[in-house]
């Protein structure tokens, strides 16, 4: 007799294997993916405090230069009209006949707009990064040249020069403002622009000058910083007398016409 396999599944035995095989797990959906994170884009050199520091550098010493040759230039009323009115003509034909007059004073007046623009522009941005960085203030604050008088008053001093410029310009350059008015020979507009009537003007200028050698001492002393000369104590304070000394020198070479246009020693 033949025994008869039964291929015949019990259901009961098939309802506890399914309770307990293991359950599929199933992936749930994918959210779809979103835009890559941004990487900071790489910042160039004007990204850069350093970048900015050199730019103030460069630009300082374009101004330093050009305050130095002016103040000599202006020096030149004291031997006379000819010899001022000559130097002033000079300007204007610089490099003639090889080039139209006026061509290099064009270029110089264009380089230093850029100077005095791009010299604002880094030191505005560099003391906000300051600010950003070091959002709460010093509990105490320590004395030192950076944090000087100087310091507190580029703010305010950089408007009064800017005013300043923009005055002389109408003033001297154009004469606008001048009483003698633009066709006067420049040394006529200079005696004019600072007689007794106009000590405002003087006043002006006087205030003006020394914002000019705050700010010139200032920067000369953040210069010997950066090129780490301050660290002797010796040589700390002679780059202090140095920095105060040629700021005073060119103060008194600036004002020293007026002044004396003013008191009636240069007619």
């Known amino acids: 007799m033949t025994a008869t396999v039964d291929h015949s599944v019990d259901s009961a035995s098939v309802d506890r294997g399914s309770a307990t095989a293991p359950v599929p797990v199933h992936d749930a959906p994918r959210k779809p993916a979103g835009p890559a994170p941004r990487t900071p ?8 405090s350093a970048g900015r520091k050199a730019v103030m550098a460069v630009t300082g010493a374009v101004l330093v230069l050009f305050l130095i040759t002016h103040m000599l230039g202006n020096l030149k009323i004291f031997f006379g009209a000819d010899s001022f009115n000559h130097y002033a003509g000079w300007l204007r034909t610089v490099g003639s006949p090889a080039l139209p007059n006026r061509t290099v004073l064009t270029i110089t007046e264009i380089v230093l707009a850029l100077s005095v623009v791009l010299h604002m522009w880094a030191a505005v941005s560099l003391a906000r990064r300051a600010a950003k960085a070091r959002p709460v203030k010093y509990a105490a604050k320590r004395k030192s040249q950076a944090n000087g008088y100087a310091t507190h008053t580029m703010r305010y001093g950089g408007v009064i020069i800017l005013l300043f410029v923009i005055w002389h310009l109408l003033d001297m350059t154009f004469g606008t403002v001048n009483p003698e008015g633009g066709d ?51 040589v700390r304070s002679t780059l202090q007398t140095t920095a105060v000394a040629v700021s005073a020198v060119l103060v008194l070479g600036f004002v020293s016409a007026p002044v004396c246009i003013l008191i009636g020693v240069v007619k």
């Open 41 to 48: 884009a790489r910042r160039g050199l004007l990204g850069t």
């Open 184 to 234: 006067a020979t420049p040394y006529a507009r200079m005696i004019a622009g600072f007689q007794p009537d106009r000590w405002w003007v003087a006043l002006f200028y006087l205030v003006a000058m020394v914002m000019v050698g705050l700010h010139l001492r200032h920067g000369l002393w953040s210069a010997f910083q950066s090129l780490g000369l301050t660290r002797r104590p010796r």
